[in-house]
């Protein structure tokens, strides 16, 4: 058992300080001698990352997110699988028999919302409306999956109601520090190029898009921006589908903005596909946002981290082409070890929060980008 010992202590020690960086003091010296990626950016653009509950409980994690961005997104916690209050809402169903009530609950998003409010960054929410994180309850009489579907009406009544008391709350406990959303995500299918047939579209039809950003627009605070939020944005088929249903919303008014997720990695896709995208939505006229940004690569060799830092310069110089319409660019991540696609090492910092090549690319994206 003895030569066990040390192998077992040190997975004891990995998993207590999982989330911080290490080693601490090595982190805070890496962390407050570079430059400050929100300052290099203002007066462009927001630059900012996405940041999961974990990452407030690390003191070295929460001074990197403090120096270095103007805006944060919670990873999961405003999504509404975090923030409806399932007991709760079937309780009020009960008790009333109205099938529209909805109650809301934002204990998991509190870390980042204080912590936001108390150091004056910005905070972008994600995401009003997105099939995988809806529970099946969601849409069943009395949230309860064994029970029959709803009708589109009372379906329609529960998501009004829901985007009501999710603004209605914020407003209520933290006004002004969430200054954007996104209001539906990745509502367009990749094989079909048109609207996805998830429980959305079942119960109410194909039109659950405008009517989430027709709820939307009506109950959110004077100048709260509304995005639509997807992805493989670069390839032709998947963006003439975003188009029209960009299209569709801008007619009725209720859109402001798109979101571009670019979970990319080194050679896919180029840029002469990305800057073709960029260009065709940023002709509708909306803003525009880099929502989640990482880059993958393959290998962890010193060649490795200059392509990456190569395409993250590149993506940055695009950006900027844009900084008129440009809201945010956001990093889908703190570090490489937190994220996702952590096998691709994807971020600005590795998992010791040492500012990789790809960080300094961000930081001067006009010596990495040939």
Known sequence: MKRYGKRILALVLTLLLAG?????????????DIPSLKEIYAGKFDFGAAAPQRAF???ELLLLMKKQFSILTPENELKPNYVVDWSASRKAVLETGDETAVKVAFNAALPLLRFAKANGIKVHGHVLLWHIETREDFFHEGYDASKPVLSREAMLGRLENYIREVFA???ENFPGVVISWDVVNEAIDDGTKTIRQSNWYTVVGEDYVQRAFEYARRY?????????NDYNTAYP????GIVKLLETL???????????QMHHRVLEPGMTMLSNAVKKIAGLGLRLRVSELDVGIFGNMEEDFAKQAKKYAQVMQLMLEYADQTEAVEVWGLKDDM???????????DARCTPKPAFWAVAEPEKYAE
């Not at 959110?220 to 639509?228: F, H, K, R, V, W």
């Open 237 to 240: 088929g998947k963006l003439n």
């Open 20 to 32: 911080s960086c290490l080693p601490a003091a090595a982190a805070l010296k890496d962390t407050e």
């Open 339 to 349: 994220s996702y696609r952590s096998y691709e090492y994807p971020l600005l910092f």
């Open 57 to 59: 409980q690390s003191p």
């Open 220 to 228: 959110a605070p004077e100048g709260t921006l509304l995005y639509y």
């Open 169 to 171: 709350w914020l407003e």
């Open 250 to 260: 801008i007619a009725d008014g209720t859109i402001d903005g798109y979101g571009f």
